[in-house]
C-alpha cells in the first residue's frame, strides 16, 4: 500500500505530466509540399522504428557566439585565444529548466532520451514511428529519393507543445529532405596505366601543369614550402569520408613515390571509423573522392599528421548522411584536428530545414570557438549550386553556408582564372556577415541590376576562397586517374592553413582557427582572381572581378603573403 508522501508524489508527478501534455501544440516546422526529387511512398508503418534527435536550445549561445568573435576578429585584444572545450560546453549546454521541461515532455510517452554530445545540446532516443506520430502530432511517411533510390523517413510539418517552443531548436528527422551526401566533384573519365618516369614528368611540369595538376604545381603557384616539418606540434589535419568511399594505403604510397619521392616512403594517413565504416584496403575498392582526398594533404602537408575521418552507413541522422555525427565527433575529442575539410553537401540549402540548418551551424560554431579551421568545397553546379537542380526561385545557394566554415571555390588553369563550375552566390538562410560587408557590397555595387531578384544581396555570400579545381592526378587501384572540382580545392586550401598551423605552434602562437573574419581583412594575403564566371540556371552566372566575387573569394593562397598575414 502506498503511503500518503508516496500519493502526493505520484500525484505531482501526474500533474506536472498533465501539465505538458496539455499545453497547446502548434507549427514548429512545416513543409508546404515534398521536395521536388522525392515521392511519397506510403505512410510509414506504426511499428518501424525511428531514430530521433533533438536539438535543445543552448543555454547560452549568445555568449559562445560574442566569445568566438572576440577570438576570430583581427582587431580584438583576444585575438586567437581559442576557447578550452569544457569553456565552449559550459556555453552551448542547455540550462536546466530546458532539460526538465523537454524530460517531462518525453515522459508523457514514455521516452527516455540520453545525451548525444558532451554539452547535452543533442539528445537521442529510439521509437516506433507510431509513437512518434503522437509526439510531434503529425504523420511520417515513406520517401522514395528519385536519384538514389533509396527510403527516407520523412514528414512534411510537425508540431510541439508552445511551452516548448523556447527549449527545442530542431527535431530530426522530420522535414528535412536532403538525400545522401554527395561528393561535389566531377570525374573526368579517364583511367590509363602509369607510363612516364618521375622524372620525365618533373621535367616537364611548367607546361604540364596548365592541362594537369599534381602536387609541384601547388608548390609551385603558391609557394607552398617542401620542407619535411622538424617539431611536434600539435597540428592535425582531417579529411571526412563517407562510405563507400575507401582512402587506399597503398594507392598513397605510389602516390607519394611518383609526386612527392622527397618525403619518408613510409608516410600516411591515419583512419578513424565510426557509423560502421570499414575502409576497405583491398587494392580494388578505392575511392576516387576520398583518395583525392588523402592524397591531395598528406602530399602536400609535409609530415603534419593526417586523418580520415571514415564514416559508415550506420549513421543516426539519416541514411547515408552522416554529417551531423562526423561534427558531433569531433566536439567530442580533447584535441581534434586542427583543420578539418569536408568536399561532400547536399544538393542545396533548401534541402535542410532553417532549423536543422542552423543547429549544424551552431556545432560548426563550437569546433571554430576552440581553434578549428572548418572548410568545405562550395560545390559544383555554378549559380545552379549542385548540376541539375531547379532555379525557379531564383539561383539555388550551396549547402553549407554556414558563417562558421569558410567555403572554398575552384581555380583552373596557369594563370589562374575561375572556374566555371564553381558554386558561388549568396544564402537565403544566413545574413551577410560583417566581417565581409565591405568586400561582398563592393561587389554587389559595381553588379548593379544584373539578376536582380534572383539572388539574396543581404545574405551571407560565398565562396570566401579558392584554390586549383581543375584536372587534378591521383591514383587509385594502382592507376592514374583525373578529377576535377571544388572538392579538389578544399584539401588544398586545407593543407596552405595546416601548414601554417604548424609554423604557428613551432612559435609557440596559436593556430589560425576560424578563419573567415582574418581571410577578409588581408585581401593582399592571396593571389586576386579576376577572369572567369560560374554559369548555370540558363544565364552565364556571375563573374569574377577584383576584390571578392562569387566565382573565387578572395582569392588562391599565396603562402608568403598568407604567412606574414599570420604574424609569422
Known amino acids: 500500500m502506498l503511503s500518503q508522501l508516496s500519493v502526493k508524489r505520484v500525484f505531482a508527478s501526474f500533474l506536472l505530466s498533465s501539465t505538458v501534455w496539455a499545453s497547446t501544440y502548434i507549427v514548429h516546422e512545416k513543409r508546404e509540399s515534398t521536395p521536388s526529387g522525392f515521392t511519397l511512398l506510403s505512410s510509414a508503418p506504426d511499428d518501424q ?19 568566438l568573435e572576440k577570438a576570430s576578429s583581427p ?25 526538465e521541461a523537454v524530460a517531462e515532455w518525453l515522459a508523457t510517452f514514455n521516452i527516455t532520451s540520453t545525451p548525444a554530445t558532451p554539452a547535452g545540446d543533442w539528445i537521442k532516443f529510439t521509437i516506433p514511428v507510431g509513437t512518434a506520430n503522437r509526439l510531434l502530432k503529425t504523420q511520417f511517411g515513406i520517401y522514395n529519393h528519385t536519384d ?25 528527422p522530420t522535414t528535412s529532405f536532403n538525400g545522401p551526401l554527395k561528393q561535389r566533384s566531377p570525374i573526368t573519365a579517364v583511367s590509363v596505366v602509369k607510363s612516364t618516369s618521375l622524372v620525365e614528368r618533373r621535367a616537364t611540369v611548367p607546361a604540364d601543369c596548365n592541362s594537369t595538376i599534381i602536387p609541384s604545381c601547388l608548390q609551385d603557384l603558391y609557394g607552398i614550402p617542401t620542407t619535411l616539418i622538424k617539431s611536434s606540434t600539435k597540428s592535425k589535419i582531417g579529411v571526412a569520408g563517407y562510405t563507400p568511399q ?19 616512403s613510409n608516410l600516411t594517413f591515419t583512419t578513424e571509423l565510426y557509423d560502421g565504416a570499414t575502409n576497405i584496403q583491398d587494392g580494388t575498392q578505392a575511392g576516387l573522392e576520398a583518395n583525392l582526398d588523402t592524397q591531395y594533404t598528406v602530399g602536400l602537408v609535409n609530415g603534419i599528421p593526417t586523418i580520415f575521418e571514415d564514416i559508415g ?16 565527433y569531433l566536439i567530442s575529442q580533447e584535441s581534434p584536428p586542427l583543420v578539418f575539410s569536408t568536399s561532400y553537401g547536399f544538393a542545396d540549402e533548401s534541402a535542410l530545414s532553417l532549423s536543422l540548418t542552423e543547429a549544424y551551424c551552431d556545432a560548426i560554431m563550437q569546433l571554430a570557438s576552440r581553434g ?33 566554415a569558410t567555403l572554398v571555390g575552384a581555380t583552373q588553369n596557369v594563370p589562374e582564372i575561375g572556374a566555371s563550375l564553381t558554386a558561388g552566390g549568396f544564402s537565403n538562410y544566413f545574413p551577410q556577415q560583417s566581417w565581409q560587408a565591405d568586400a561582398v557590397n563592393a561587389y ?32 587509385i587501384n594502382g592507376h592514374s586517374d583525373y578529377v576535377g572540382g ?81 604574424g609569422l
Open 444 to 475: 554587389i555595387n559595381k553588379l548593379g541590376d544584373t539578376y536582380a531578384g534572383l539572388y539574396n544581396a543581404s545574405g551571407r555570400a560565398y565562396p570566401d576562397v579558392s584554390a586549383q579545381g581543375g584536372t587534378l592526378e591521383i591514383i
Open 313 to 328: 552507413y550506420t549513421t543516426k541522422d539519416g541514411p547515408d548522411d552522416g554529417y551531423l555525427d562526423s561534427i558531433n
Open 246 to 264: 575507401n582512402a587506399d594505403a597503398a594507392d598513397l604510397a605510389t602516390f607519394l613515390k611518383e609526386f612527392r619521392p622527397d618525403l619518408p
Open 49 to 67: 522504428m525511428i531514430d530521433m534527435r533533438i536539438n535543445l536550445s543552448m543555454g547560452n549561445r549568445s555568449g559562445l557566439e560574442a566569445a
Open 75 to 99: 582587431t580584438s585584444p583576444t585575438f586567437r585565444e581559442w576557447l578550452t572545450k569544457e569553456q565552449v560546453e559550459n556555453f552551448a549546454a542547455p540550462n536546466t529548466e530546458t532539460k
Open 372 to 404: 578549428v579551421s572548418v572548410t568545405f568545397a562550395s560545390g559544383d553546379g555554378g549559380v545552379a549550386s549542385s548540376p541539375g537542380l531547379s532555379c525557379e526561385d531564383g539561383f539555388p545557394p550551396t549547402w553549407p553556408t554556414c558563417p562558421y
Open 486 to 566: 571544388t572538392s579538389c580545392s578544399s584539401p588544398i586550401f586545407s593543407s596552405v592553413i595546416a601548414l601554417l598551423n604548424d609554423e604557428l605552434m613551432s612559435a609557440g602562437k596559436s593556430p589560425l582557427g576560424f578563419l573567415n573574419p582574418w581571410l577578409y581583412a588581408n585581401p593582399q594575403a592571396f593571389n586576386d582572381i579576376t577572369i572567369g564566371n560560374n554559369p548555370g540556371c540558363g544565364t552565364e552566372g556571375f563573374s569574377a572581378s577584383e576584390g571578392w566575387d562569387p566565382v573565387t573569394g578572395m582569392g588562391s593562397p599565396n603562402y608568403a603573403a598568407m604567412r606574414t598575414a599570420a
Open 148 to 172: 538514389s533510390g533509396r527510403a527516407y523517413v520523412r514528414t512534411t510539418e510537425y508540431s510541439i507543445p508552445s511551452d516548448l517552443q523556447a527549449h527545442v531548436k530542431a527535431v530530426h
